[in-house]
Nanobody
Framework: VQLQASGGGLVQAGGSLRLSCAAS????????MGWFRQAPGKEREFVAA????????YNSESTKARFTISTDNAKNTVYLQMNSLKPEDTAVHYC?????????????????????WGQGTLVTVSS
């Protein structure tokens, strides 16, 4: 599976961006796609994930209040709508696919559960 992420850019604090990640093919219905991010000098961290058949996970309630993960199954695409962006959201954002059977939703916060990764798209939030 190849993943193509897009939608990053420069935005002022309080602004919004929508990231997209298109998969080259559809994996099985129980698979999931996730978003991770890595800020300069920091480790990669989980942001949000969603299963093709429904069910989503966010890294925190504060993220859930600002971000929304969704899918367009017909386009094999996952989106991350990011609102009320803060300078601390500045990072390279990566999408990934977990193509394994038996993964429970809470496992999707672990990067080791993912099998395919996109190239990353940079989000920069200015203060």
């Amino acid at each position: 599976v190849q993943l193509q992420a897009s939608g990053g850019g420069l935005v002022q604090a309080g602004g919004s961006l929508r990231l997209s990640c298109a998969a080259s093919r559809r994996t099985f219905s129980g698979a999931a796609m996730g978003w991770f991010r890595q800020a300069p000098g920091k480790e990669r961290e989980f942001v949000a994930a969603i299963r093709w058949r429904g069910g989503s996970l966010y890294n925190s309630e504060s993220t859930k209040a600002r971000f929304t993960i969704s899918t367009d199954n017909a386009k094999n695409t996952v989106y991350l709508q990011m609102n009320s962006l803060k300078p601390e959201d500045t990072a390279v954002h990566y999408c990934a696919v977990s193509d394994r059977h038996g993964i429970i939703l809470s496992d999707l916060g672990n990067s080791e559960r993912y099998d395919y990764w996109g190239q990353g798209t940079l989000v920069t939030v200015s203060s």
